[in-house]
C-alpha cells in the first residue's frame, strides 16, 4: 500500500495517518523527518539539502524526491508507504510519479479528507481558548489568524493537486468533519478493498 494522505491543516491527518500505519504495518514518511534523518547520515542527497538549508535556501523538489527516493528503499517501506508532507505541489507530483514509474512502482491510493474551513477555524478557536483557559501557552500556529494563513497557503499550493490527482482517477475523498472514528472507518473502506487489489 502506497498512500498519500491530503487535506488542510487541522483537518485530522496526523490521528488518521497513524491509524493506517496501525491498520496496514507501514511507515509513515514525513518530508521533515527525511530530511533531517538524510543529513544526520550524510548520504549525497542529505549532503546537499544540508549545504542548501545552511544558506537559508528552500530544498529544491529534485532534492526532496532523491530523498524520499532513497528512503523507500529501505526495508521497512518495502510493503509500502503513507506519505505525509509530499507532495505540496503539482510539480513535486509529477516528479514523484516519474520516480515511482523508474522503480516500477505506482501509488495505491491518494484520500483526500475535506473538511469545512469555517468550521476548521472555529474548531482551532475553540481549541486555543480551552488552552488558555487552563493557563498553559497557546502555541503560535494554534491562534486562528495564523491558521487562516496556512489555509490560504495549503489552498493555493497543495489544493491543485486534488485537480491533478483526480484527473489521474486517483483521487479518493472522505468527509473529514464526522466523528474521527467514523473517518477512520470510511478512510478504511476505501483502503482494505485496494489492499486486496495489490495483494493479488
Given at each position: 500500500?502506497r498512500i ?20 496496514f ?54 510493503g ?51 488552552t ?31 485537480a ?20 477512520t ?16
Amino acid at each position: 500500500m502506497r498512500i498519500i494522505l491530503l487535506g488542510p491543516p487541522g483537518a485530522g491527518k496526523g490521528t488518521q495517518s497513524e491509524r493506517i500505519v496501525a491498520r496496514f504495518g507501514i511507515p509513515q514518511l514525513s518530508t521533515g523527518d527525511m530530511l533531517r534523518a538524510a543529513v544526520a547520515a550524510g548520504t549525497p542527497v542529505g549532503l546537499e539539502a544540508k549545504a542548501i538549508m545552511e544558506s537559508g535556501g528552500l530544498v529544491p523538489d529534485a532534492v526532496v524526491v532523491g530523498i524520499v527516493a532513497d528512503r523507500i528503499e529501505q526495508a521497512d517501506a518495502r510493503g509500502g508507504f503513507i506519505l505525509d508532507g509530499f507532495p505540496r505541489t503539482v510539480e513535486q507530483a509529477g516528479a514523484l510519479d516519474r520516480m515511482l514509474t523508474e522503480k516500477g512502482l505506482r501509488l495505491s491510493a491518494v484520500t483526500e479528507l475535506k473538511v469545512d474551513e469555517d468550521a476548521l477555524v472555529g474548531r482551532i478557536a475553540k481549541r486555543a481558548a480551552e488552552t488558555a483557559a487552563r493557563g498553559q501557552p497557546v502555541r503560535k500556529d494554534d491562534t486562528p489568524e495564523v491558521f487562516k494563513q496556512r489555509l490560504e497557503a495549503y489552498r493555493r499550493q497543495t489544493a491543485p493537486l486534488s485537480a491533478y490527482y483526480a484527473e489521474a482517477g486517483m483521487l479518493r475523498t472522505v468527509d473529514g468533519m464526522k466523528p474521527i472514528d467514523t473517518v477512520t472507518a470510511d478512510l478504511m473502506a476505501v483502503l482494505e478493498p485496494l489492499e486486496e487489489t495489490a495483494a493479488s
